[in-house]
């Protein structure tokens, strides 16, 4: 298994007091850090070695958060990246979850927040590189959706759907008890168990998200409900 202390991750940010508060939470958890003012400034090394995970302001000088991600994942398909955006950059987060980023964290948040996004993402990683043959592999398996809760992949129909961790977080949540209704709070608590900034739009934003993903691979896709006034729950028909 993957561990921390060889971990090296590279945070861009353009804010100093960011870079210095984030990189002391993720190297007190032993990982290893370096940090760039901006994205010119850390393509001049990613374009020479990669990080292992990239953490990445979006709004920056020279090279802002969304090009530098663009280079990163022509170069990589695997190398996992979480955004830092403000709550007004929806657009943003957008584009950059489309360009292929792993999760996104808005401003403010938690540095607990952010560090366990961090393992999640290096654990992740860990378990595709070793393959999928694992012992204690864990699957829930409800109806046509399959979810690997260790590899935080999920299947619809056998088909692959690419999610992020917050996106699988917040769908195991509905899934795990189907018919069950999830309230907007409890989502906020199974998506960002850390982090006390969330809103209830992020939550609405994510959902809106996971159905047009999961509508891509199967436009007839339905299972997650709207219950107006309550807030969300995964239905469970007959299926074939």
């Known amino acids: 298994m993957h561990q921390p202390s060889r971990g090296l ?3 861009v940010d353009d804010e100093e007091n960011i870079r210095e508060t984030v990189a002391f939470a993720l190297r007190r958890e032993g990982y290893r850090v370096e940090v760039y003012a901006d994205g010119e400034e850390a393509w001049s090394v990613f374009s020479r ?3 292992d995970v990239a953490v990445l302001d979006v709004m920056m000088p020279r090279m802002d958060g969304l090009e530098l991600c663009r280079r990163l994942r022509a ?3 695997t190398l996992p990246i979480i955004f830092l955006t403000s709550r007004d950059e929806e657009f943003d987060r957008v584009l950059g979850l489309e360009l292929g ?3 996104y964290l808005c401003k403010p948040f938690s540095m607990r927040e952010l560090t366990a996004r961090v393992k999640v993402l290096f654990r992740r990683l860990a378990l595709a590189q070793r393959g999928a043959d ?3 592999e864990k699957i829930l398996a409800v109806g046509n959706l399959r979810l690997d809760l260790r590899r935080y992949t999920a299947h619809w129909r056998q088909r692959p759907v690419a999610l ?4 699988f977080m917040i769908l195991h949540a509905l899934a795990r008890h189907p018919g069950h209704v999830k309230s907007r709070e409890q989502l906020m608590q199974e998506g ?3 982090d006390a900034y969330v809103s209830d739009r992020t939550i609405d934003s994510h959902i809106k998200r996971l159905r047009k993903k999961l509508c891509a691979v199967d436009p ?3 299972r997650i409900e709207t219950v107006y006034g309550l807030g969300y729950r995964y239905r469970q028909p007959a299926e074939t």
Not at 164 to 167: G, L, N, R, S
């Open 49 to 51: 070695q990669l990080p």
């Open 9 to 11: 991750v590279a945070l």
């Open 192 to 194: 960002y168990p850390h």
């Open 75 to 77: 170069a990589s398909e």
């Open 164 to 167: 992020t961790v917050t996106e």
């Open 220 to 222: 007839e896709f339905d």
């Open 101 to 103: 980023a792993d999760d």
């Open 134 to 136: 694992d012992s204690d």
